[in-house]
């Protein structure tokens, strides 16, 4: 194309929920664009997390590594296997939670939100610790815990103990025991280390919106087990506001304490972490405003474009991302977001893979041809034959 710059298409989308990864989505709408435009445009793929599900893949294939392993306890104290990322230079390690504290690893049995703990969370830190690492990136979602964060700290040597100086029981159970917290032991690469939470919801850590109440039920908290933790959560609060010289409420009150059993509360308290939205997290992590500067045009997705994509999302991020004026358009599964919805969100366009009257399950089957047969079409409508004349 003598005299003409070539167009820089760049694929920007979450996972596809129940149907494919961030990393196929990615793929399979760069497969679109290349089929209308060759060799004549740049392809630029970044598949994307919001700090949730798939936040440790999307940054595995965006640093281009492999994850690895560690051995460590579930959220019942059985051995698993879980995975975490380490960034190419070495210093920043990813690790989703629920890879050792999840849902999923516990569901073979009755679920026992009492007794559920995140030590093996803090296990799979202790291993990137070990490997060199000076930054924790810790996404939170889908985990079967709800005690504050504890078991991570336990496992960092820190111990909770009760008004007769002995340890309280692991979980929920024992939250409600804590008199005071001896730091003492605590691992001082931990305590060095920058911790980042990643939180993907709003709510605090207490009350009828707070972690027991919201989403104890899914993770098995019948209505006295709620009351337990809720009271639970509490008093680690009061204890660790206390040791701080803070009023109680910075913490139960704090918008994000809520995600993930309370995770963040003993992060923030002990190890000086900060919360931030997941989306920003990984935004932060893979230096995504550099890597959208030279756009032409954006494409990015998820399963469902809705009121919730536009607000601290994936879609989001890449609306308040991209440089202004390059057209961004969403390929989603399903589009609930009016035209006009999708304009003041800051969406050029966005189009549903469904090619006409269709169920969800036809929809999950062929969720990657689908992707790529709309961004076909969209780069075709969006990029000028004019410009690879």
């Given at each position: 194309?003598?005299?003409?710059?070539?167009?820089?298409?760049?694929?920007?989308?979450?996972?596809?929920?129940?149907?494919?990864?961030?990393?196929?989505?990615?793929?399979?709408?760069?497969?679109?664009?290349?089929?209308?435009?060759?060799?004549?445009?740049?392809?630029?793929?970044?598949?994307?997390?919001?700090?949730?599900?798939?936040?440790?893949?999307?940054?595995?294939?965006?640093?281009?590594?492999?994850?690895?392993?560690?051995?460590?306890?579930?959220?019942?104290?059985?051995?698993?296997?879980?995975?975490?990322?380490?960034?190419?230079?070495?210093?920043?390690?990813?690790?989703?939670?629920?890879?050792?504290?999840?849902?999923?690893?516990?569901?073979?049995?009755?679920?026992?939100?009492?007794?559920?703990?995140?030590?093996?969370?803090?296990?799979?830190?202790?291993?990137?610790?070990?490997?060199?690492?000076?930054?924790?990136?810790?996404?939170?979602?889908?985990?079967?815990?709800?005690?504050?964060?504890?078991?991570?700290?336990?496992?960092?040597?820190?111990?909770?103990?009760?008004?007769?100086?002995?340890?309280?029981?692991?979980?929920?159970?024992?939250?409600?025991?804590?008199?005071?917290?001896?730091?003492?032991?605590?691992?001082?690469?931990?305590?060095?280390?920058?911790?980042?939470?990643?939180?993907?919801?709003?709510?605090?850590?207490?009350?009828?919106?707070?972690?027991?109440?919201?989403?104890?039920?899914?993770?098995?908290?019948?209505?006295g087990d709620i009351d337990v933790i809720d009271a639970g959560l509490a008093r680690l609060a009061t204890v660790l506001a206390e040791r701080n010289d803070?009023?109680?409420?910075?913490?139960?009150?704090?918008?994000?304490?809520?995600?993930?059993?309370?995770?963040?509360?003993?992060?923030?308290?002990?190890?000086?972490?900060?919360?931030?939205?997941?989306?920003?997290?990984?935004?932060?992590?893979?230096?995504?405003?550099?890597?959208?500067?030279?756009?032409?045009?954006?494409?990015?997705?998820?399963?469902?474009?809705?009121?919730?994509?536009?607000?601290?999302?994936?879609?989001?991020?890449?609306?308040?991302?991209?440089?202004?004026?390059?057209?961004?358009?969403?390929?989603?599964?399903?589009?609930?977001?009016?035209?006009?919805?999708?304009?003041?969100?800051?969406?050029?366009?966005?189009?549903?893979?469904?090619?006409?009257?269709?169920?969800?399950?036809?929809?999950?089957?062929?969720?990657?041809?689908?992707?790529?047969?709309?961004?076909?079409?969209?780069?075709?409508?969006?990029?000028?034959?004019?410009?690879?004349?």
């Open positions: 194309m003598p005299g003409k710059e070539r167009p820089v298409i760049v694929a920007a989308p979450d996972s596809f929920k129940g149907s494919c990864t961030a990393d196929a989505a990615a793929r399979a709408m760069i497969a679109g664009a290349r089929e209308v435009l060759g060799d004549a445009a740049e392809y630029i793929e970044i598949p994307l997390a919001d700090g949730g599900e798939g936040t440790l893949d999307g940054l595995l294939a965006a640093w281009g590594v492999e994850a690895r392993d560690a051995r460590v306890l579930d959220a019942l104290g059985r051995p698993r296997t879980a995975r975490y990322g380490v960034s190419a230079d070495g210093a920043t390690a990813i690790i989703e939670a629920a890879e050792a504290n999840g849902l999923p690893w516990v569901s073979d049995e009755a679920l026992r939100p009492l007794e559920a703990d995140t030590f093996g969370v803090g296990q799979l830190v202790l291993d990137a610790l070990d490997h060199g690492v000076t930054e924790i990136l810790l996404s939170v979602g889908g985990s079967a815990t709800s005690e504050g964060g504890t078991g991570i700290l336990r496992a960092l040597g820190v111990r909770f103990l009760d008004a007769g100086g002995n340890d309280v029981k692991p979980g929920a159970a024992g939250l409600s025991s804590i008199a005071a917290v001896d730091a003492t032991g605590l691992d001082p690469r931990a305590q060095a280390a920058t911790w980042k939470i990643a939180v993907d919801v709003g709510f605090p850590l207490c009350g009828p919106d707070g972690a027991a109440a919201v989403f104890g039920p899914q993770k098995g908290a019948s209505t803070l009023p109680a409420e910075n913490y139960t009150n704090r918008p994000g304490f809520g995600a993930a059993g309370g995770i963040a509360l003993t992060a923030v308290a002990l190890l000086g972490a900060e919360t931030v939205a997941g989306a920003d997290l990984v935004s932060e992590a893979i230096g995504l405003p550099e890597l959208l500067a030279r756009a032409t045009l954006v494409l990015t997705g998820e399963g469902q474009l809705d009121a919730q994509s536009v607000n601290g999302k994936v879609v989001d991020l890449v609306a308040r991302t991209r440089p202004a004026g390059v057209p961004l358009v969403v390929i989603a599964g399903s589009v609930a977001l009016t035209a006009a919805e999708s304009r003041a969100a800051g969406i050029t366009a966005a189009f549903s893979i469904a090619a006409g009257p269709t169920g969800l399950a036809d929809l999950v089957a062929a969720a990657e041809p689908r992707i790529s047969e709309t961004s076909a079409n969209v780069v075709a409508l969006a990029i000028s034959q004019e410009t690879t004349a």
